[in-house]
């Protein structure tokens, strides 16, 4: 069964700073990779995807994320933290003719002024 | 379009009282999905259906039932509600691509 691990239930940086974001799939057979966001009191919106195509995925808001097969990572990173960036994010994984994802518990993302 | 919605936005029930939360998408999805959402805890699945007519158990499916009579919505009942099931539930549909599109979420809380 897949899982996946978000390291860090809450990170907190400054405006301006690097966002880094970090999440491992566990999968003998690379999955689709998600990154969704969630803001308070709303649903759940998509960052980014990756389904095979290039490893380096850009998102909406300036997010991107790398997919790196040797270390079944996909972290989610942006170069420069907006206020408007706080919210919490989910990693997620599903493959092929598994119609299911499998999140992960989720990472609060709290930017300071 | 208005993509996912979900009624009602919040509920307040009683032990032991039933409710059903509807779901509908106008995407024409065939795959639609359950969750809850609880602190600490991410997205669980409850239920979910590949098609009209069709319904599966996901990773949490006691204490609910789901129907799927028509391809746009999703029924999610509580027969008889406990504590356990305060939580807030979210519908997600998908189409041929493998991202799924998410609704608002009920608040449902059991007392």
């Known amino acids: 069964a897949q899982s996946v691990t978000q390291l860090g239930s809450h990170v907190s940086v400054s405006e301006g700073a690097l966002v880094l974001l970090r999440c491992n799939y566990s999968?003998?057979?690379?999955?689709?990779l998600f990154w969704y966001v969630q803001y308070p009191n709303q649903g759940l919106q998509l960052l980014l995807k990756y389904t095979s195509a290039a490893t380096l995925v850009k998102g909406i808001n300036g997010f991107e994320a790398e997919f790196k097969k040797s270390e079944t990572s996909f972290h989610l990173t942006k170069p420069s933290a907006h206020m408007s960036d706080a919210a919490e994010y989910f990693c997620a994984a599903g493959g092929g003719s598994n119609y299911k994802l499998t999140f992960g518990k989720g990472t609060l993302l709290t930017v300071n002024p | 379009n208005a993509g996912v919605t979900q009624t009602p936005k919040f509920r307040v029930l009683k032990t032991g009282q039933s409710m059903t939360l509807l779901c509908a998408q106008d995407m024409n999805h065939e795959y639609m999905y359950w969750y809850r959402q609880d602190p600490g805890m991410g997205l669980r699945l409850i239920h979910y259906s590949v098609g009209e007519g069709t319904t599966a158990k996901g990773e949490v499916p006691d204490g609910y039932n789901v129907s799927r009579l028509k391809k746009q919505n999703f029924l999610l009942g509580l027969e008889s509600a406990a504590p356990s099931q305060t939580s807030v539930y979210f519908c997600?549909?998908?189409?041929?691509?493998?991202?799924?599109?998410f609704g608002p979420g009920t608040r449902l809380l059991v007392l």
């Open positions: 999968s003998s057979v690379p999955p689709y």
């Open positions: 997600a549909s998908r189409g041929a691509s493998p991202d799924q599109y």
